[in-house]
């Protein structure tokens, strides 16, 4: 096993590219997809299910492991690795996105935010200094920079100030973080969908240096059409030997979208949220379950998925168990829908290494439009 981070890309089709993040704990096939575990748990979901999936990394969220269960607590534990059981890569965000979303609780000033938990009200400073020691205490093996991102809408000159002030806390960051062997540190690009903010950003961080560099400020409100917009210059302007991360992405046709243009790693709560709601993702679409309509179908989710819930239930049952208030069907549907995911990934990474990730793409999109069809 190797004591080094690094990357290395073995094939490319276009802008796409398929290759490896090889850390100390594992390789991370990329493009990658991180399904999100913000409270060290994937909701629903055992650690080993999520790695039946063929997930390769996990998302944790800074803001919420320091507020509970703390991460000195975490620390003194073992590490979150060892308190969610989960041996492979994690990655953890910063904890600005979420300290953003606070919005009335938050005082933000240079030296970084103050803020009011949404738990119990107990005032906290989060700065790039305690975001850097916080994630050392739990044990990230990609942490990622503390930034600003503004909320929507913004005009170009607050984009621009929230810009500068992610790359003074990016240079802040990276002093904190120092010298660990085996870790990496992610620096975020921001500037909105403003192409000449997006260049600044991209500069000042690849002067910084970074082990990998995330695209933040998107998937934020703006719309799939901006958002690619973005996509279509932002990943170039970004070191191509290191990996490039589309932050908070995304729908499946987000995902492929954002490969085309050259992302190695995405990250969502769409595929576990959406399934403890009731929704799920498949290759025709979404199937919303809970319509009556699925109460006497004895077909699976998908006919073609292998996953738990597409070889052994029925969509009957499955409407049945989540009208019925039945944990059962959160479990069965997240897992199908991590599954399918994941399944997606595969086939993207396999398409740019055939070089036929045009046709791939041509059929994903048109088995989309087929719908869910009922069997004939």
């Not at 609780?105 to 030296?111: A, I």
């Not at 309509?293 to 738990?308: F, I, N, V, W």
């Not at 069907?329 to 990730?357: D, F, K, P, V």
């Amino acid at each position: 096993m190797t004591s080094r981070f690094f990357y290395t890309v073995s094939a490319t089709d276009g802008r796409a590219r398929t290759g490896a993040i090889t850390t100390p704990r594992g390789v991370i096939r990329t493009p990658a997809f991180m399904p999100v575990g913000t409270a060290a748990t994937v909701k629903a979901m055992l650690p080993e299910s999520v790695r039946a999936t063929g997930a390769d990394i996990l998302l944790g969220n800074t803001y919420h492991l320091m507020l509970r269960p703390t991460a000195e607590r975490i620390a003194h534990l073992g590490g979150l690795h060892r308190f969610m059981n989960w041996d492979r890569p994690i990655l953890t965000d910063s904890g600005g996105f979420q300290v953003m979303s606070l919005a009335a609780l938050r005082k933000l000033t240079e030296e970084g935010v103050r803020f009011s938990s949404h738990i119990d009200g107990s005032k906290h400073l989060l700065t790039p200094e305690r975001s850097m020691e916080i994630q050392r205490l739990l044990g990230s093996d990609i942490v990622m920079c503390f930034d600003e991102c503004p909320a929507l809408p913004a005009t170009e000159a607050e984009v621009a100030k929230s810009m500068a002030l992610s790359m003074r806390w990016a240079q802040r960051s990276r002093d904190a973080f120092g010298d660990r062997p085996g870790h990496a540190l992610f620096g975020i690009m921001q500037g909105g969908v403003t192409r000449d903010l997006r260049a600044e950003s991209a500069a000042a961080l690849t002067a910084i240096g970074f082990d990998g560099y995330a695209v933040g400020g998107l998937a934020v409100g703006e719309g799939q059409e901006a958002m690619f917009g973005v996509l279509d210059y932002a990943p170039g302007m970004l070191p191509a030997d290191k990996p490039r991360y589309l932050m908070g992405v995304g729908k499946p046709d987000d995902i492929v979208g954002a490969v085309q243009r050259g992302i190695d790693m995405m990250d969502c709560v769409l595929p576990s949220r959406s399934g403890r709601t009731g929704q799920a993702w498949t290759r025709r679409g979404q199937v919303n379950i809970k319509n009556a309509r699925h109460q006497d179908d004895p077909r699976p989710l998908d006919e073609a998925c292998t996953c738990p819930a597409c070889r052994s239930y029925s969509r009957a049952y499955l409407h049945h168990a989540f009208r019925s208030g039945e944990i059962i069907a959160s479990m069965l549907l997240t897992w199908h829908n991590l599954h399918y995911y994941q399944e997606l990934m595969q086939g993207l990474r396999a398409a740019i290494a055939a070089q036929r990730l045009t046709g791939f793409v041509a059929e994903f999109h048109a088995v989309r439009a087929e719908g869910d069809v009922e069997r004939v």
